[in-house]
Each structure stands twice: as C-alpha cells, then as structure tokens.
C-alpha cells in the first residue's frame, strides 16, 4: 500500500472548517483513500473514503486531487469533540480484504 | 447496529500469566481483523479472518500470540506467556466482505488494554 504523509498536528478554531491535507504521491490507480479519527482512549472511527472523485457523508468531506497524489478532508464545522488523531489510509479496495496500515497521523486540537 | 463490542476493556495481568480477548464483530461482517496499537503510534494489523478461516497473519504474531474465531462469528486472542513489550491496546475491526465489496471500510471496537506488571 502506498505511503501518506500527514502533517503531525494542526489547530482549528471551534466553528470553522478544519482541512487536514494527505499526501499520497505513490498511490496506483486501484488504491482508495481512506480517513478515520481516534478520539482518545476509543477506537478509530471511520470517517469517509473515496477513489477519484470527491465524496461527502454527514461527517466530512473528502476531496482528492486530480493527479490523485494528494486528498483534503474538511470538516466543515469544526467543534470540541472533534478534537482526535486523524488518519489518512491508502489501501487496495479490489480482489483482497486487504489491512489497513496506519501511520502516526495528525492530531487536530479544536479550540474555543 | 450495536457495533463491534470488545471484552474487557482493561485486563491487567503479570508477566508470564497467558491472557485472552474477545471480540463480537458487527452481526453481517464476515471479516474480522485484529490490530495492535501502543502509545503514540497507529494500530499495527496483526491477523485477519473471512468467516472461520484465518487467512493472513503480521510477522508481528509471534507463536505465543493465537487468534481463533471457530464459528465465523465471535473470535479471541490468546497471548501467552506475556512479557513486558505485550502492554498495549488491542483492536478488533471488522468489515463486509464479498464480491464489490472489497472497499468496504472496517469498523473498530474500543479495544482491551492491557498492562503487563
């Protein structure tokens, strides 16, 4: 699976949109992105996934860039309990039920 | 969905004593995965079942470590002979397999933390 590179941490003010970038410049073209967050002492929690196009579901939206080497995921109204360890995840979506091969991912701190 | 529910949560044991953990998948998930994950780092996969069947296991699994899920249902982890470097979190996942479905995400339980005394 390709490697991401996320940054370790960002700030976001309550109330505004948080965009957490991914770089993902190794990616081929059957590997999905994939982004869950682990607020502490849970487990992670999937947020959103996609292969080319942008997606959005009722937590995020998730937009990939047209080379594919790099995704976005917003939050578009950020707030306390979003505060978690966000994770970018590329990983092989056909034929295998393959892992999921986390990094250390980006800790987002919102704050009032 | 009541999601996928691991039991304990905490298990607190001494070194050298052997452990298990279980893990209750969601009701339609036939694939099952179990991960570990240690301060300050990512969770780091170890084994995956499709129903009974284990099918890949992470050089991470040493022999002491053995996972089961006999039924395709539930499965444990057993760790033997614990050592110091066992404490951790460990994650179940679990996810809907099949034909198209192989992007599926996997859905994460809370996790058992252990501690090795």
């Known amino acids: 699976d390709a490697k991401t590179t996320q940054p370790p941490s960002m700030d976001c003010a309550e109330g505004r949109a948080a965009n957490l970038p991914c770089n993902h410049s190794?990616?081929?073209?059957?590997?999905?992105v994939y982004w869950y967050r682990q607020i502490h002492s849970q487990g992670p929690q999937y947020i959103i996934h996609?292969?080319?196009n942008n997606e959005t579901n009722e937590m995020a939206s998730l937009i990939i860039t047209e080379d594919r080497k790099s995704s976005t995921l917003i939050l578009p109204h950020a707030t306390l309990r979003d505060t978690a360890v966000y994770y970018c995840i590329v990983r092989v979506g056909t034929g295998t039920a393959s892992k999921l091969t986390f990094g250390t991912g980006t800790r987002l701190q919102v704050t009032l | 969905d009541t999601g996928v529910s691991q039991n304990p949560r905490h298990k607190i044991t001494k070194r050298g004593q052997n452990v298990t953990f279980r893990c209750d998948p969601i009701s339609e998930h036939n694939r099952l995965y179990w991960y570990r994950q240690t301060l300050g780092q990512g969770p780091e996969f170890l084994t995956y079942?499709?129903?009974?069947?284990?099918?890949?296991k992470s050089r991470l699994l040493s022999d002491r470590f053995s996972a089961e899920r006999p039924k395709g249902s539930f499965s444990t982890l057993e760790i033997q002979r614990t050592e110091q470097g066992d404490s951790a979190m460990y994650l179940c996942?679990?996810?809907?397999?099949?034909?198209?479905?192989?992007?599926?995400?996997?859905?994460f339980g809370d996790g058992t933390r252990l501690s090795i005394l």
């Open positions: 190794t990616i081929s073209g059957n590997e999905y």
């Open positions: 079942f499709q129903n009974e069947a284990q099918l890949e």
């Open positions: 996609g292969l080319k």
């Open positions: 996942a679990s996810s809907q397999g099949g034909t198209g479905a192989s992007n599926q995400p996997q859905h």
